[in-house]
Every structure is written in structure tokens, then in C-alpha cells.
Nanobody
Framework: QVQLVESGGGLVQAGGSLRLSCAASGRMTSINDMGWYRQAPGKQRELVARISSGGSTKYADSVKGRFSISRDNAKNTVYLQMNSLKPEDTAVYYC?????????????WGQGTQVTVSS
């Protein structure tokens, strides 16, 4: 079993910054794609950013130029640096990871961390 534990959420004023971290632990030999999703009240969960094991990244248009995703493969950790935060970035942010086994690739989710941006 694999666990994803997020940290770094909180309350920040518009224009401020936060850095989210997500550490994976448990039975695994490697991690494929890792990413961050978010879900605001009354809205569907949406992709924020993804990063491959090789470092290729993808961002939602709404966060391009403001957010940066990175990972430390030695620590099994993915980060999301969020700058120039806006009130519309307020949501629960979830970490996501794809863990390969001999046959399948399993998808795991963290428990979520709240990010609140005040105007």
C-alpha cells in the first residue's frame, strides 16, 4: 500500500505565495507521473499541474506563469510552488501519483490540503 501525505496549505492574502509538498511512502519501487489537482466548493476536481518521472510538466491555463511543479525522486516528493495567488485559487488541493507494479499502474490520492486566498 502507498500513502500520499500533503502539507503546506493555509490562508494567504491575494498576491502571496504558498508551497505545497506531497510525500509518497509505502511499498513501491518507482513513481510515474505525479500531480496536483484542486476542487473548489460546488465545482469538479480539476488538474492544476502534472510532472512525469523525467521532469516533463503540464499546467492548467489558469495557473501558467504563476505555479511551478517539481519533484525530488530521491525523496518520493512532489512540490507545487504557488505565486501571485488569487481568490479563485481557493480550493482543496489533492496530490496524485501513479505507481507501477509488475502488471498494472495504480493511481493514488492524498487526503487533500486546504488553500484559502483572501482578497
Amino acid at each position: 500500500q502507498v500513502q500520499l501525505v500533503e502539507s503546506g496549505g493555509g490562508l494567504v492574502q491575494a498576491g502571496g505565495s504558498l508551497r505545497l509538498s506531497c510525500a509518497a511512502s509505502g511499498r513501491m519501487t518507482s513513481i510515474n507521473d505525479m500531480g496536483w489537482y484542486r476542487q473548489a466548493p460546488g465545482k469538479q476536481r480539476e488538474l492544476v499541474a502534472r510532472i512525469s518521472s523525467g521532469g516533463s510538466t503540464k499546467y492548467a491555463d489558469s495557473v501558467k506563469g504563476r505555479f511551478s511543479i517539481s519533484r525530488d525522486n530521491a525523496k518520493n516528493t512532489v512540490y507545487l510552488q504557488m505565486n501571485s495567488l488569487k481568490p479563485e485559487d481557493t480550493a482543496v488541493y489533492y496530490c496524485n501519483a501513479f505507481i507501477p507494479s509488475a502488471i498494472y499502474e495504480y493511481e493514488y490520492w492524498g487526503q487533500g490540503t486546504q488553500v484559502t486566498v483572501s482578497s
